[in-house]
């Protein structure tokens, strides 16, 4: 998912890592280092890039969100044509480092951000076939996110269209 203004650029170029004004990037990087952490999964947070595994879900949960300007694009990605490695890993644990960071008391199903840290580095699972996906997605209890650790090149970038 992203901005129309973004959709142009992404089928002429593909996609480069996560974005550094991504609010979540962000603070989930500055809460890691704001406790200590340095290098604790398999992957650096702020170089990779973030997918969704259902449109239909990544469209509903963006309609609230005011991120995109009301005018979001769903990028469908080939991930036949991605050589760059690929984890799934469980999003609602990555968005608990944040709740952790920035609101200590928010309801979360981790006692600490160390607990946190532990469960999300845990729920990670190394794609060494994306015909497993399916099978692997069913080990996260939470949302699951697709991990691309490197770039994803323009012609594995299927289609762009409207929400």
Do not use: W
Request: glycine share 4%; proline share 6%.
């Amino acid at each position: 998912m992203t901005a129309r203004d973004n959709a142009d650029s992404i089928r002429d170029e593909g996609l480069q890592g996560s974005p550094m004004n991504n609010s979540d990037t962000e603070l989930i990087a500055e809460a890691l280092a704001s406790q200590g952490y340095d290098s604790e999964f398999l992957f650096d947070r702020t170089e990779v890039i973030y997918c969704h595994l259902d449109p239909s879900e990544v469209v509903e949960a963006y309609e609230i969100s005011s991120e995109f300007a009301n005018d979001p694009v769903v990028v469908v990605v080939d991930l036949e044509a991605v050589s760059a490695q690929l984890y799934l890993a469980d999003m609602t644990i990555a968005n608990e480092l944040i709740d952790h960071h920035v609101a200590p008391n928010a309801p979360t199903t981790t006692e600490t951000f160390d607990e946190a840290v532990r469960q999300y580095r845990e729920s990670v699972i190394r794609l060494d076939d994306i015909s497993l996906i399916r099978k692997q997605q069913e080990k996260i209890d939470g949302y699951p996110e697709l991990v691309i650790d490197g770039d994803v090149p323009p012609t594995a970038i299927v289609e762009s269209r409207p929400t």
